[in-house]
């Protein structure tokens, strides 16, 4: 089993009072945080509302720096000594977020919103329109829907154009911060079988962000509990949700019955 995505030490605060004219007091978001993906491997991260899982998703995918600790991809930094994210690394990390109404840009076209992450790459022009085609195929969205706008699909099919955007570059590992949450239960299952599925055809990694024990169960591996900014206890899923350890993990366990 090789590590594929790995946080050590993670810190990050941000300033309470954002106008103060003297230093303002620093809240401190994430501590010491350090975790792990595998290769083929499904990490969920659990944790009650503000306990930093957002915070930690940007920081894993490079849209946030942390203060202090360090992100490896395959065992190298994620950023570089200047501390930009290596362009080398960028497509292998791919984030898909909660809002299928508005991750996605009502003006553009299905493939305008599929292409985008790969306007920073030197594929053709004729590869970016078969990787989009192909992205389309993959989550079983018909290839003509690249001509239509986001408004004319459910919110289970924008979520599927989400995760064809994030295909795209044929990433490694994928950070889903609360991607079925705002779907109905019978279109998370569709939605999280096929994330499966892809995981399956693809090799993918995926770091799987949700408060619904129930989704987590269903798609993780492991599991790593967040509470206020620390990690307080992983594990195997099915071992962490039936035999919690931590008051955290039990805490969350009674509040999903
Ligand atoms: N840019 C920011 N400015 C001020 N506070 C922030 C900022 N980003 C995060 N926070 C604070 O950090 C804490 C963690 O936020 P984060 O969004 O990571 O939590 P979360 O676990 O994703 O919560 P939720 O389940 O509600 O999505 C919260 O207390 C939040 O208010
Ligand atoms: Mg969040």
């Given at each position: 089993?090789?590590?594929?995505?790995?946080?050590?030490?993670?810190?990050?605060?941000?300033?309470?009072?954002?106008?103060?004219?003297?230093?303002?007091?620093?809240?401190?978001?994430?501590?010491?945080?350090?975790?792990?993906?595998?290769?083929?491997?499904?990490?969920?991260?659990?944790?009650s509302?503000?306990?930093?899982?957002?915070?930690?998703?940007?920081?894993?995918?490079?849209?946030?720096?942390?203060?202090?600790?360090?992100?490896?991809?395959?065992?190298?930094?994620?950023?570089?000594?200047?501390?930009?994210?290596?362009?080398?690394?960028?497509p292998?990390?791919?984030?898909?977020?909660?809002?299928?109404?508005?991750?996605?840009?009502?003006?553009?076209?299905?493939?305008?919103?599929?292409?985008?992450?790969?306007?920073?790459?030197?594929?053709?022009?004729?590869?970016?329109?078969?990787?989009?085609?192909?992205?389309?195929?993959?989550?079983?969205?018909?290839?003509?829907?690249?001509?239509?706008?986001?408004?004319?699909?459910?919110?289970?099919?924008?979520?599927?154009?989400?995760?064809?955007?994030?295909?795209?570059?044929?990433?490694?590992?994928?950070?889903?911060?609360?991607?079925?949450?705002?779907?109905?239960?019978?279109?998370?299952?569709?939605?999280?079988?096929?994330?499966?599925?892809?995981?399956?055809?693809?090799?993918?990694s995926?770091?799987?962000?949700s408060?619904?024990?129930?989704?987590?169960?269903?798609?993780?591996?492991?599991?790593?509990?967040?509470?206020?900014?620390?990690?307080?206890?992983?594990?195997?899923?099915?071992?962490?949700?039936?035999?919690?350890?931590?008051?955290?993990?039990?805490?969350?366990?009674?509040?999903s019955?």
């Amino acid at each position: 089993m090789s590590i594929l995505l790995e946080a050590r030490h993670i810190q990050f605060s941000v300033s309470e009072h954002k106008s103060s004219f003297f230093a303002p007091p620093r809240k401190t978001v994430l501590q010491d945080v350090s975790l792990h993906v595998a290769e083929r491997e499904t990490l969920g991260i659990v944790g009650s509302s503000g306990s930093g899982k957002s915070t930690l998703s940007r920081i894993l995918t490079g849209l946030l720096k942390p203060e202090k600790g360090e992100v490896l991809f395959q065992g190298q930094a994620l950023r570089d000594t200047a501390g930009q994210v290596r362009k080398d690394v960028r497509p292998h990390i791919q984030m898909i977020f909660q809002d299928p109404q508005g991750a996605l840009d009502p003006r553009q076209t299905i493939r305008q919103i599929v292409k985008e992450p790969l306007h920073q790459t030197p594929l053709s022009t004729e590869e970016k329109e078969r990787r989009v085609r192909q992205a389309l195929t993959d989550v079983a969205l018909p290839v003509d829907a690249a001509d239509r706008y986001p408004r004319m699909f459910s919110g289970g099919q924008r979520q599927r154009i989400a995760i064809a955007r994030a295909l795209v570059t044929r990433p490694s590992v994928i950070i889903a911060d609360e991607a079925v949450s705002a779907l109905d239960v019978s279109t998370q299952a569709v939605v999280l079988n096929l994330l499966m599925d892809l995981q399956n055809r693809y090799g993918l990694s995926y770091i799987f962000v949700s408060h619904d024990l129930a989704v987590i169960r269903h798609i993780s591996h492991r599991v790593a509990v967040l509470d206020g900014g620390r990690i307080v206890e992983t594990g195997p899923t099915v071992s962490v949700l039936d035999h919690p350890q931590h008051p955290t993990t039990r805490a969350l366990i009674d509040a999903s019955l």
